[in-house]
């Protein structure tokens, strides 16, 4: 005799059509502005708004640039925010995804083409800071053009907008 069993599957969307291919959001290089995770600021965060222009779009990869970096190691969560009264909302991630830096600067990248992260409106990709030398302190490129940055120290800490731009971009599909 047979027994039922149910698995449930993983989402698919077909496309009929060319999907075109946009990087998103700051990509300075910048050396002479910054924005920093402070020395001994496990836990907090910052983010960034992307201004998506087509629904859906699909998210492929994460890019940023450290200017500076005096840890040897540091683990980062990326998490991407729906948007709430204009700051970053709910983490819309089923998943962790986690970068893993040892003492790197310049450019950075983060596949997120095989987590499937479809978004249908603007939203806020950030890191968050979850592991590294209570020591370490990470300058990431900033700008004052595109978004302001936003920051908090605890992950149910409250989120404050700075005006100068981290240079965090995503490419994505649509």
């Given amino acids: 005799s047979l027994e039922e069993k149910i698995d449930k599957l993983d989402e698919i969307v077909i496309v009929g059509r060319k999907l075109k291919t946009r990087v998103l959001g700051n990509k300075t290089h910048s050396r002479f502005f910054g924005g920093k995770f402070a020395s001994g600021d ?9 201004r998506s222009k087509v629904a859906p779009t699909y998210l492929d990869n994460f890019s940023f640039n450290i200017s500076y970096n005096t840890g040897d190691t540091a683990i980062f969560r990326v998490n991407v925010y729906d948007i709430k009264n204009g700051s970053p909302g709910e983490n819309i991630l089923t998943d962790n995804i986690l970068v893993s830096l040892n003492g790197q600067t310049g450019k950075i990248d983060v596949d997120l083409s095989k987590h499937n992260i479809v978004v249908t409106d603007d939203f806020f990709i950030g890191l ?8 370490s302190g990470i300058v990431f490129s900033a700008g004052f053009i595109n978004n302001a940055t936003y920051y908090r120290k605890a992950s149910q800490g409250r989120w404050k907008k700075f005006q ?4 965090f971009n995503v490419t994505v599909k649509y």
């Fill in 128 to 135: 968050e800071w979850i592991e590294g030398e209570d020591n």
């Fill in 42 to 50: 496990l836990g907090s965060e910052i983010a960034v708004k992307i």
């Fill in 164 to 167: 100068m731009g981290v240079g």
